[in-house]
């Protein structure tokens, strides 16, 4: 069971729905707060890290929503920091924008900003800093997670933490590509249309690994909740480490070369990164 901790503002958790307005914990909202909280602890961490070595914390939350995550750090983290440290929470439903802006206002948490802009969009918008601590992405839609890995890796984001949503983009590769892999007997693993689908998700999700991997990031995955949750509960956390590494980029153009799937050699390379086809 939930407990409001000192300091927390009741007023948020009821504005999100979190808290009755009597007070009482919300049913309906238990499993997004668990969630969330349960997200907060992993990042708590990396924010007192950065902490000890810059005054000033920027997070980027991409495909925010309702900013629940967004509005819980800043009440339990960021609220109490003077000076520049601020949290973008970047979410394309205007309306959605708005009404994150307009709560903000309400709480008086004047470091937060929120843009109605798309994740890659995001990228080049001079709206955000050039450099940032932090970048979040919980259950940002189909291929936003894979725009907010780019996002990280050109702000030269510290930390990245992702939940990813399911993405349909390598599955269909997958799938379109079938015939041209047949001699390969591991393209049993993708025959059948769930396996490819599921193959597709969690081929994804390993592709992202190493892509952060070969820009020199140290990877750590894990599961979020459990399973009764949430179906969506893979947590990624990427740590930058230093030089990027040639040995998971390898990996990434072999895996790609040999499950049909050069077509997306974009998506998890950039233009700068050696290695071509
Ligand atoms: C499943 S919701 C998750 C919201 C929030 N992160 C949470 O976990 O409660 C995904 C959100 O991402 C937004 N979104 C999807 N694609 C996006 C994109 N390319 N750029 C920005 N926002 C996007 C959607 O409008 C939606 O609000």
Redesign the pocket.
């Given at each position: 069971m939930y407990e409001v901790r000192p300091g927390q503002s009741v007023e948020l958790l009821k504005e999100l729905h979190i808290l009755t307005r009597d007070g009482k914990m919300n049913q309906d909202s238990r499993r997004?707060l668990k969630q969330v909280f349960h997200l907060y602890q992993f990042i708590e961490p990396l924010l007192q890290e950065i902490r000890q070595q810059r005054p000033d914390v920027r997070l980027v939350?991409?495909?925010?929503?309702?900013s629940?995550?967004g509005f819980i750090l800043y009440d339990l983290f960021f609220k109490t920091l003077a000076g520049g440290s601020r949290i973008y929470g970047?979410?394309?439903?205007a309306e959605?924008v708005q009404r994150s802006r307009e709560l903000a206002q309400r709480l008086d948490f004047s470091g937060m900003s929120f843009l109605d802009?798309?994740?890659?969009d995001s990228i080049t918008s001079n709206e955000l800093p050039d450099e940032v601590d932090v970048v979040t992405a919980?259950?940002?839609?189909?291929t936003?997670t894979d725009?907010a890995i780019r996002f990280a890796l050109a702000k030269r984001s510290r930390f990245i933490v992702l939940v990813p949503?399911c993405q349909a983009e390598v599955a269909a590769a997958l799938r379109k590509n079938k015939g041209a892999v047949l001699k390969n007997p591991l393209s049993e693993l993708w025959r059948h249309p769930i396996h490819t689908r599921e193959f597709g998700s969690h081929l994804t999700n390993v592709l992202r690994c190493l892509q952060l991997e070969s820009h020199g990031y140290q990877v750590t995955v894990t599961e979020l909740v459990g399973w009764e949750h949430s179906m969506k509960n893979e947590l990624i956390i990427a740590r930058y480490q230093g030089q990027p590494r040639r040995q998971p980029a390898e990996r990434l153009n072999h895996m790609l070369e040999s499950l049909g799937l050069t077509e997306l050699h974009e998506r998890f390379f950039t233009s700068e990164q050696g290695l071509s086809r």
């Open positions: 997004k939350d991409h495909g925010a929503g309702k629940y995550l970047i979410e394309t439903r959605l802009l798309s994740v890659a919980l259950h940002a839609c189909n936003a725009d949503c």
